[in-house]
T-cell receptor, first 111, second 117 residues
Framework: DAKTTQPPSMDCAEGRAANLPCNHS???????VYWYRQIHSQGPQYIIH???NNETNEMASLIITEDRKSSTLILPHATLRDTAVYYC????????????FGKGTKLTVNP | GAVVSQHPSRVICKSGTSVKIECRSL??????MFWYRQFPKQSLMLMAT?????????EQGVEKDKFLINHASLTLSTLTVTSAHPEDSSFYIC?????????????FGDGTRLSIL
């Protein structure tokens, strides 16, 4: 599965949008982009995933560039409870089922 | 949404004890479950893939005789850490997903913090 690159940390003001970038320049045509987050001492929480088109759900929006080499997770109105480590992972549909976690981005939402 | 339950959430025991951790998918059938381990300030590392009705597939460097995995039903997988020692102290997390060969995401339990004295 393709590797991803994320900034190690980011800060965001409460109530503002948090935009978390992810580079996956070696992504293949059949690989999906998944986003998870892990709040301290808990298991990872699924946020959103996509293949080509932008996606939106009740938690976040996922913007994937046209060449699919990068994506951005958007939390539209960050709250203090959104402070977590955010992981961007690419995985092949129907291929190896496993998720390979990188180091992620530690997002700190400040009051 | 899909819920995965993990039990116990915390275990403290003496060296040499065997510890069993349960992972249940509460509202869906999971043909495949996964077991991860996370040391402090590190990312999750996959230990093994648990397949219902067949043997687990272990990642390189993970001792299958030490970390016994049983996936006897479509909703339950167990991880037994046999003869645990202090170096086995870690945060163990399971995950499960619906179906195979699709884009359905994995859903994770809340983890088990294992402390071996």
């Amino acid at each position: 599965d393709a590797k991803t690159t994320q900034p190690p940390s980011m800060d965001c003001a409460e109530g503002r949008a948090a935009n978390l970038p992810c580079n996956h320049s070696t992504i293949s045509g059949n690989e999906y982009v998944y986003w998870y987050r892990q709040i301290h001492s808990q298991g990872p929480q699924y946020i959103i995933h996509g293949l080509k088109n932008n996606e939106t759900n009740e938690m976040a929006s996922l913007i994937i560039t046209e060449d699919r080499k990068s994506s951005t997770l958007i939390l539209p109105h960050a709250t203090l409870r959104d402070t977590a480590v955010y992981y961007c992972i690419v995985r092949v549909q129907g291929g190896s089922e496993k998720l390979v976690f990188g180091k992620g981005t530690k997002l700190t939402v400040n009051p | 949404g899909a819920v995965v339950s993990q039990h116990p959430s915390r275990v403290i025991c003496k060296s040499g004890t065997s510890v069993k951790i349960e992972c249940r998918s509460l509202d869906f059938q999971a043909t495949t479950m996964f077991w991860y381990r996370q040391f402090p300030k590190q990312s999750l590392m996959l230990m093994a893939t648990s397949n219902e009705g067949s043997k687990a597939t272990y990642e390189q460097g993970v001792e299958k005789d030490k970390f016994l995995i049983n996936h006897a039903s479509l909703t339950l997988s167990t991880l037994t850490v046999t003869s645990a020692h202090p170096e086995d102290s870690s945060f163990y997390i399971c995950s499960a997903r619906m179906g195979r060969g699709n884009s359905q995401p994995q859903h994770f339990g809340d983890g088990t913090r294992l402390s071996i004295l």
